[in-house]
């Protein structure tokens, strides 16, 4: 029982047909893969959050509550650092939405070398929807 050259042939062909496709199913997951870590990575914004800090006189959630307004909150960041924010910035609140940054004021850095920065913007903020533990975002 011996196979023909014809028979042969028409089951290489199968096997190597086979093969291919195999292999552009994994090209094509590949590429699938690759263009959804792309998007996930654009979708991603660079983001700062209100200190964790609130007293019974003037501090909520990390926003200033004084003189009638709460358009300033503060952010801890590392000594040394760029500042991550600076004055005509526009960054977004979860509550309050996007605001215009129009000061910036870096304290000196603690014995950790972690410093305040206070920053004041064009909008009264609400210390439970903008404050800690909500995200606030550069940009629009």
Known sequence: MGLTMKTF???IL???IAGIAACNDS???AKQNTNTSTVQIKNIRQFIVANNFSNDAEWKNGILQKDGRSNTFYFL???GAPLK???GDI???TKTGNVTVQKVAPSAPNQNGIINVFVTVDKDLDP??????NKIHFGQ
């Open 9 to 11: 042939r028409s089951i």
């Open 14 to 16: 199968t096997i190597l």
């Open 27 to 29: 090209n094509n997951e």
């Open 77 to 79: 960041q590392e000594s």
């Open 85 to 87: 924010i600076k004055i």
């Open 91 to 93: 960054i977004s609140f």
């Open 128 to 133: 439970t929807g903008d404050g800690y533990p």
